[in-house]
């Protein structure tokens, strides 16, 4: 006993975890929920991830920034909002697409937290309040899913009440909980609890990509153990609008309306804006490979890819003139290699690796500097 007390004190003092604020997650006025202000989060990746250690720093509004001295500039030319694939806790600051494009020379600034969806990006965008910018929303098809508790259709449903609590605990009593929370034994306790083995059979024909968009059929093959899965929204929406079930008409109705408040607000600003649908690692085959399968909520076998174009289509033909990326059709050119598995998507976290901040920081900054031109161009006197 008193050895493996002298153990456990010996990785206290040795686990990062332990650098943690003893709060990360806050509740605002402004927002439902988002980091904390003024806290350092510490995430370890898994072993099939990496198993790196991340330092997230944020400032006085729960925004990410790259260490406690970092500013954002006060007048960002281009602002990016979204959800954990900006928030990005797996990869350090520098790594993610943001990070590269401040290091590129851009003047930038992004502001993301995990499980947001289009009424938070929106709220994000009020809460910044930048004038005569470029606002870049990313979109995650778990905005809409409407069996997805963080999802428009879901809050809406549910009408939580914005209220601040930015209380940070302290005191000896605090200090216990954490270090037992990061201990050897609760991971021992973890480890010895048995798990939920409920596991839905991953289907490995490909029946939910772009090629099959317009057979309904697999839909109906599945029983209610996958009907009832997180996994069975992305299946309905790699289909046309006409297969979809009424609720997930809904779902997406509800999702069209609040993006269409969103380009209200961002007009109101004088900015542009430009929406990016972010597509799942399942869209691709061999990413995310352990997210994606032998679990409650998920069943896409390795080689398949479940497409979520339908769902981009519906969205961006119904908002005339905003420009509107298929982030899908991209990496499909981005992402043409063989052995690839797990390059791009992380294999148990499923957001996005270094790799895919860098390419499409690539991407990003090709765009920004043809902006920046066309608009330096626009300034200059016409010459005869």
Known sequence: MCLWIFIEIIFFFFNPLNDESYRIQCNYDWILYNYCPDVVDVKINTKDDGGKVVYTYTNSIGQRVKDRSFLFSSKPQNVFIGDSFLQADEVNFDETFYGRLIALGHDVSALGYSSWNIIEYREAIEKLGYFDTHYHVFLMPNDITPAYKRSVYYERKTSPIRKIDTTMPSGFKTMLSKAYKNSLTKRLVSYMTPQNSNNLKPIEAKLFDLEHVEDCEPLSTLDDAYRNSLGYDYAVYSKNYSCWPELHKEAAKQALREIQLLVEKVSSLNSKLTIYMIPAGWSFSNQNTNGRKNNRHYFFGDESNVTAEPLTKYLASNLQGIEFVSLELLMSEWFDCIECEN??????????????????????????????????????????
Do not use: M
């Open 343 to 384: 390059n791009f998507y992380f294999a148990d976290d499923g957001h996005w690796t270094p790799e895919t901040h860098r390419i499409v920081a690539g991407y990003l900054s090709k765009k920004l500097e043809l902006a920046e031109k066309s608009s330096t161009d626009s300034l200059l006197p016409f010459k005869h």
